[in-house]
């Protein structure tokens, strides 16, 4: 690695965990293609959308483990 990649990732490394996560949603983004880029937004978008439906009540939510079990239970039955 060079001497700039090492001091930018040592520096990068002190910073706070959500300006890691933001910084590194940034550099992802920034090596994706376009397409993958449009990709990623709408999925972002749909994410946003989620989380404020389920914060303002409008959305049902079901307990991972019993999304888990009843996927199990669905694929055992077929089997």
Partial sequence: MSVAFEQIERKALRLGRNERTLLGQELLISALSSKETEIEKAWYDEAERRLAAYKA??????PGEQVINETLARFSKSS
Wanted: positive net charge.
């Fill in 57 to 62: 009540g409008r959305l049902k939510t079901i």
